[in-house]
């Protein structure tokens, strides 16, 4: 398959790229990876006229501590850096935990962080922990630079809250509190691995053992990745013991909307999304110690 | 057009691609090294897999202007010409791992990084590691018994 004809760029640097984008606005998409977009354009389901190649700036592709304790992820760090990374690992074990299912290796090597993020597949992965670990996302070429909340990021399939000739440039991860636990679980699709379904939770208890803070994010059941919230109320201010759980992943889908495809009804995916809640905060709750 | 220079098996090479030309048609068409294979050309079944800077790629999923200046690694370069197979591939020849072979130079470029970072594998990592190469002949047991009888050889231990 062949992709319509478009000009290809690799920028020397951030500044520009944002000079193409400006200069080809509303003709231009950006190309990190490229795991998602270069098989869109070859099905031409995307037909870019310019391509900007973002993949090999290293101003991108830095992971560092943050002075508050967290990680600041480069927009162009690889899903297979994160996953191997001691530092990221330890600073932001849920998200190395959530990018190691994505796709396959060959995908992993060239698939980004930030790629997942500004394409905004509605079942990938990356999104959910973005969400359950309160990121923020840092985006450079508007009026000014900003930093967007996640929770504010997702607005719907494919589209985010980045403007055309914005370049999102890096994903800061807050430090978690103490006695955190979490986990990222999906019910995959079993060719593209993409999730029907997929849920991130992380649960912080107090001295008691009784859950101070919960987040719970959906992915895959809907057009756009969410928060549980009914979820996340419930379970905030009580032991996380089986039957709590039980009871705060059965409202899991309330106030969600949920998709209908050829992988499953939207009757299905509710399901799925209680059912893959549960375990997720199972699995939280134990690595948080309760 | 644009000129695209890189360095594949060794061996630094030059060829005219347009700016919408895959890595893999770089490969094939261009150079002539047709032992990179295309499956289905969708990012699915990992036939197309090389080397890219020591990184398991889909060829098909990447553009040949991003290799410029790249070092690329195919099936042609793991084993010199009239010298012994690489272990991976002496090992796929004891163990029966492929029939057809279509999709074998793809296993063996994804096994050769996945064998470099994790030489002493356990039977799931490998079928993890090959979660994005397909084979529709063999049914995978002789090509994970490949694996594992190549990382073997690697260590030294065959
Ligand atoms: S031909 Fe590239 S993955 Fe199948
Ligand atoms: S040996 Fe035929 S496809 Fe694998």
Known sequence: MIPAPFAYHAPQSLREALRLLRAHEGEARVVAGGMSLIPAMKLRLAQPEHLVDIGGLSELSGVRRTDDGGVAVGA????????TSRSARAAAPLLAETVAQVGDLQVRNRGTLGGSAA???????A?????????????????????????????DAYETALAPTEILTEILIPKQPPRTGAAYLKFANKASRFAIVGVAAALTLDRRGVCSRARVAVTGAGPRPVRASATERWLTGRQPSQTAIGEAAARASRGMEFIED????????????????RRALEEAARRAGA | MRQVTLTVNGRRRSAEVEDRDLLVDLLREKLRLTGTHVGCDTSQCGACTVLLNGAAVKSCAVFAAQAEGAKVTTIEGLAKPGGPLHPIQQAFHEEHGLQCGFCTPGMALTLHEFLRRNPDPADHEVRAALGGNMC?????????????????????TA
């Open chain 1, 76 to 83: 162009c760090v690889t899903y297979r850096r994160l996953e």
């Open chain 1, 127 to 155: 999104p959910a922990a973005l969400l359950a670990l309160d990121a923020a996302l840092r985006a450079t070429g508007g009026a000014r630079p900003r930093v967007i909340p996640a929770a504010r990021f997702f607005l």
């Open chain 1, 119 to 125: 394409h905004a597949d509605p079942a990938a992965d």
């Open chain 2, 136 to 156: 529709r002949c063999t049914g995978y047991q002789n090509i994970v018994a490949s694996a594992l009888n190549a990382a073997r050889k690697m260590r030294g």
């Open chain 1, 262 to 277: 050829v992988h499953g009804s939207e009757e299905y995916r509710e399901h799925l999304t209680r059912v893959i809640t």
